[in-house]
């Protein structure tokens, strides 16, 4: 063990010999660096840093294009639960290396694969809350597991909804048919001649 001071009033730690250095306390173990960083390095290079920068943490993969991978024991297997894809402008993915979008999930297995959003009112089982997911067959569901609307918003006001009956509203907020449309519509054909326009209590039908 090599203990040494520098020019600079900062102290060094070494091994001279090869093998692990290893720190063993009873009690928690704490690094306080009034620069607020702490870099990370291997064979002198610097390979990570974390940051106090303000009010935020910063972890920071110094080497470029290295990613970041959080893995864990599952079972006693070794398996990588997500990964950030700095090569790929900060992609992330779950579930997959090779992350395609700005959050990419995968299953590597014949299994279902989705995304479930729940809260303390909803509650936290696979029956509650919202979930989207493709199952084994490639059918793609979009399901609100809870007694409540479902709402369609663009230009952040409500365009349509459907109820927790099954009814379907276009341009109301409340629909009392199976489909429920308020304003005009129409219903054509890829021919011109060949629709049906409603508007205004008044049907026409073209042929």
């Given at each position: 063990?090599?203990l040494?001071?520098?020019?600079?009033?900062?102290?060094?730690?070494?091994?001279?010999?090869?093998?692990?250095?290893?720190?063993?306390?009873?009690?928690?173990?704490r690094?306080?660096?009034?620069?607020?960083?702490?870099?990370?390095?291997?064979?002198?290079?610097e390979y990570?840093?974390?940051?106090?920068?303000?009010?935020?943490?910063?972890?920071?993969?110094s080497?470029?294009?290295?990613?970041?991978i959080?893995?864990?024991n599952?079972?006693?297997?070794?398996?990588e639960?997500?990964?950030?894809?700095?090569?790929?402008?900060?992609?992330?993915?779950?579930?997959?290396?090779s992350?395609?979008?700005?959050?990419?999930i995968?299953e590597?297995?014949?299994?279902?694969?989705?995304?479930?959003l729940?809260?303390?009112?909803?509650?936290?089982?696979?029956n509650?809350?919202?979930?989207?997911?493709?199952?084994?067959?490639?059918?793609?569901?979009?399901?609100?597991r809870?007694?409540?609307?479902?709402?369609?918003?663009?230009?952040?006001?409500?365009?349509?909804?459907?109820d927790?009956?099954?009814?379907?509203?276009?341009?109301t907020?409340?629909?009392?048919?199976?489909?429920?449309?308020?304003g005009?519509?129409?219903?054509?054909?890829?021919?011109?001649?060949?629709?049906i326009y409603?508007s205004?209590g008044?049907?026409?039908?073209?042929?």
């Amino acid at each position: 063990l090599r203990l040494q001071g520098t020019s600079s009033g900062k102290v060094e730690f070494g091994v001279s010999t090869s093998g692990d250095f290893t720190i063993d306390a009873d009690d928690d173990i704490r690094l306080d660096a009034g620069g607020q960083d702490i870099a990370l390095k291997g064979a002198g290079t610097e390979y990570g840093r974390l940051t106090n920068s303000s009010s935020d943490f910063v972890i920071n993969n110094s080497v470029q294009d290295k990613d970041l991978i959080f893995k864990g024991n599952d079972g006693g297997s070794i398996i990588e639960a997500m990964r950030i894809d700095y090569s790929e402008g900060g992609k992330v993915g779950i579930g997959t290396s090779s992350p395609v979008a700005k959050l990419h999930i995968s299953e590597s297995t014949s299994a279902d694969v989705g995304l479930v959003l729940s809260n303390s009112d909803t509650g936290h089982t696979i029956n509650d809350g919202f979930q989207f997911f493709i199952d084994t067959s490639k059918n793609a569901y979009l399901i609100n597991r809870e007694a409540s609307d479902m709402k369609f918003y663009t230009s952040n006001a409500q365009k349509m909804v459907i109820d927790s009956a099954g009814n379907v509203g276009i341009g109301t907020a409340g629909p009392n048919k199976k489909l429920d449309v308020m304003g005009h519509f129409s219903v054509s054909s890829s021919t011109a001649t060949d629709a049906i326009y409603y508007s205004n209590g008044n049907a026409m039908m073209y042929n």
